[in-house]
């Protein structure tokens, strides 16, 4: 095998890889967006456990193709790069939704969450969403709330005895 032959193989396979192992893969094209920008962002994913791998289209294609991701294979265009990762989906999708606000040149084409396909739109409305965390702690308050009202109206009802006997032993009475 040449040496392109040989490249162009270990980046489809670092491109299936990626968008069969790491429990989300999203799609961006980027035109125009000097190298430092780009540098920024690969910086800010990192911090976000996210990882870029660039790719040709004929590539990334062929891969897409092999990984049962046809419709997805069909919408690349341009020079392009794939966000991969196993971190929180919306935090990441922020970070490129963001981006791509600031930089004309960086569309996000698409993405993989869980094996699912996104839509562009679908990336949009994830990057929308609250982190994870920030979900979990409401839905720790929620399951918290009525045993909360519950010990509050129990310790209410023991304050107001604690009253009536109060008053009753000022009183005078037995």
Known sequence: MKVGQLYRKRI??????GVTKKSNAFVVTYSGVSSSKMDSLRKDLKR???DILVSKTSVARIALKDSNYETLANRLSGQLAFILSDADASEISKVLVNFSKNY?????QGGLLNGAMLSPEEVK?????????VLLAKFVGTL???????????????????????????????
């Open 12 to 17: 489809a396979d670092s491109v299936k890889e």
């Open 48 to 50: 976000k456990k996210a």
């Open 104 to 108: 004309e040149g960086f569309i996000v």
């Open 125 to 133: 409305t994830l990057s929308d969403l609250p982190s994870r965390e």
């Open 144 to 174: 918290q709330a009525p045993v909360t009202r519950f010990a509050a109206a129990l310790n209410a009802k023991s304050r107001d005895f604690v009253s009536i006997l109060t008053q009753k032993s000022k009183k005078g009475g037995n």
